[in-house]
């Protein structure tokens, strides 16, 4: 099986003073947040703040007048990740996408929560949106200050009005959140929680409490989830005309029939109008008011983005950001077309689609194609994982999968070094966490103890006396899933486990997650590499178990005790300050370890990223996805 990719492997060697040392990357260090945090001021320029040349002439207030009191200055990578350089103005950033209404690179650059931690680390904590921030000694209070002067994307003032409609006319409206606040949103980030309780002090200054010690509270804003501003902060002068409480009925019913919703939908309306952070490349998001550094001004095959005359970031020197003036996507379904794009030299940043195994060939042709190709980044997920589902609706199979002997089997049998080394090229280490020993002979006692002989065409049984399948099913968002794949399917095919891959279409694949119709897939996940995430992937291995813990019992099938114990170590990651969070990490991967509730294959993934060649203020240290949300600085060299 090595064989054929192993000749690559030795081409690769030759690039490995270029990558030397992507092993020596700066570590994530705990600290405690530490609070009474405030923004930097931001230093004029000699002559004032200073705007595009893109914005002259479109009959904007001068941008003095469109920053707030207090911009912010850019300060989104630690010195030790970016040597950060004062850029110049213009230029169109192209990226492309695989599904139509959702840019990765754009969604990211896009991203603005309330507060950040740079660089993506957890050490640090720092205002974005908003101004400041403080939290009380026992970690249950925590008091925000909005930037005075902050705008929409549309000229209009941002308010506490903007805060109290998200909070209170959203969040605590029982049409609209028919279950509430989200977990994140209740006491130690629990979903059984009590909701956060939200007051006004002044018209810049709210707190948020609650009645347990949340110390992740923070690190939730920042990070979590890719939380954006969106969830407590909404604008209201735009949302109120769809929302019930402040819309005239007929008016109201006038827009439902207009969106082609059903009389009385209202809620549905106010969800289509109501544009969150992750739908910034929707065409709803075209004229509705935002805090971006870009706005959306076309929809289509090619989405287009320009500049936000109101963004509320400078640099050192006075000047508004964004330095790039415009954004581009480009609809590519094919991930073979994506990379022949690249090559070509038509995508001036790849994200996530560059392949370690094209790598050679990037190296060829960056004169040509004006990129260049950076190989020390980090991925910040894991890379493809093997997903079970034991909520599958087939009993036969529940019992099979839910058995950790069978899961113990399948995880002997996989040679996570030699998926490290085909897949990945060396750039990735077999993962610790669940082991890394191949004991055929051990896989095969454990399915021979479960009773799962085999027929008379060599295939195991199920417990109903027939040939047990595993379909893996994954959709095209990355090219390595196939190849991952293709190499569990043929270690488990040692088994005499009957296995098929089957590569789906990206939405179908979406769609039929969430209606629990796959048996096996393969997706990331971030918790296992950023620490103080909390996604390990809990909808896909358990979905209906998973619906049963978010809902407090209302919705889904409720889990036996050793998973309710996992999602109890995964919640609890909410509630801790960074350094016990840490710590809590651990747990769960021991948890992983003993419990195998999927398997994860590697670790420690360097992520190629090809980027236009004269683009600057990008690194390869660090995680790739941070130099994305600093995408703001992003400039190109004269």
């Known amino acids: ?161 903007d805060v109290q409609f998200a909070v209170e006319d959203v969040l605590f409206n029982k049409e609209l959140s028919p279950a509430g606040p989200p977990a994140w949103l209740k006491s130690a980030g629990k979903n059984s929680g009590t909701p956060l309780k939200f007051q006004v002090i002044d018209q810049n200054t709210f707190t948020i409490s609650f009645d347990a010690t949340y110390g992740g509270f923070l690190i939730s804003m920042a990070i979590e989830g890719w939380h954006g501003y969106t969830d407590l902060l909404k ?32 809620v549905n309306l106010f969800n289509y109008k109501d544009v969150i952070n992750t739908e910034v490349a929707n065409a709803e998001a075209i004229g509705f008011p935002m805090l971006t550094p870009w706005i959306q001004v076309k929809n289509g095959d090619i989405i287009q983005f320009e500049r936000n005359p109101y963004y509320f970031k400078v640099d050192t020197a006075g000047n508004q950001l964004p330095y790039i003036d415009r954004l581009q996507s480009s609809f590519v379904p094919d991930l073979e ?57 087939d009993p036969v ?130 918790g296992p590499v950023m620490w103080f995430r909390s996604e390990w992937g809990q909808n896909y291995w358990a979905p209906l178990w998973f619906q049963w813990w978010t809902s407090n019992g209302k919705q889904g099938i409720e889990p036996p005790a050793d998973v309710k114990n996992c999602y109890t170590l995964v919640d609890s990651i909410r509630s801790l300050n960074l350094d016990a969070a840490r710590k809590q990490a651990d747990n769960i991967k021991a948890d992983m370890g003993k419990n195998l509730w999927f398997f994860v294959l590697t670790q420690d993934v360097i992520q190629p990223v090809v980027i236009n060649a004269k683009l600057r203020n990008f690194d390869d240290k660090g995680f790739a996805i941070a130099q994305n949300f600093a995408g703001e600085q992003w400039f190109y060299a004269k």
């Open 1 to 161: 099986m090595k064989r054929t990719l192993l000749l690559i492997i030795s081409i690769l060697f030759l690039f490995t003073a270029i990558v030397s040392g992507c092993a020596n990357q700066p570590k994530n260090s705990a600290s405690n947040v530490k609070s009474n945090n405030t923004s930097n001021k931001a230093e004029p320029a000699q002559n004032g703040y200073k705007e595009s040349p893109y914005l002259s002439g479109k009959g904007l207030p001068a941008v003095k007048d469109r920053l707030p009191k207090e911009p912010k200055i850019t300060n989104e990578m630690p010195p030790e990740l970016l040597d950060y350089k004062i850029g110049t103005y213009g230029g169109v950033l192209r990226t492309v996408r695989n599904t139509v209404s959702i840019d990765n690179v754009i969604f990211i650059m896009n991203n603005e929560p309330l507060l950040n931690t740079p660089g993506l680390l957890g050490t640090q904590i720092t205002p974005n949106v908003l101004k400041a921030y403080e939290a009380s000694a026992d970690q249950k209070t925590f008091t925000f200050h909005l930037r005075e002067g902050l705008k929409w994307s549309d000229g209009h003032p941002v308010t506490m009005e």
């Open 235 to 266: 604008p209201k002068h735009f949302l109120e005309q769809f929302h019930k409480k402040y819309a005239a009925a007929d008016v109201l019913e006038q827009k439902i029939k207009e969106a082609k919703f059903q009389p009385g939908e209202w």
């Open 337 to 393: 077309m994506i990379n022949m794009k690249i090559i070509a030299g038509e995508v001036d940043h790849s994200y996530e689609w560059a392949l370690m195994s094209r790598v050679p060939l990037y190296k060829e042709n960056e004169v040509k194609g004006n990129f260049k190709t950076m190989l020390h980044t980090k991925l910040h997920r894991t890379a493809a994982n093997v997903f079970l589902n034991f909520n599958y609706k």
């Open 397 to 526: 199979w529940q019992q099979v999968v839910q058995d950790l002997r069978f899961r113990k089997a399948l995880n002997l049998a996989i040679d996570k070094k030699e998926i490290a080394d085909t897949v990945y090229y060396g750039f990735a280490k077999p993962a610790e966490m669940e082991g890394t020993k191949q004991d055929l002979t051990e896989a095969n006692r454990l399915l021979d103890e479960m009773g799962m002989k085999k027929g008379a065409d060599g295939f195991r049984v199920g417990p109903d006396g027939k040939k047990f399948s595993i379909p893996i099913e994954h959709g095209m968002i990355m090219a390595d899933f196939q190849q991952v794949a293709e190499l569990v399917m043929e270690y488990w095919k040692q088994l005499g486990l009957d296995v098929t891959v089957k590569q789906i279409d990206q939405a179908l694949w979406t769609t039929r997650t969430a209606a629990n119709e796959l048996k096996a897939t393969i997706i990331f996940v971030p």
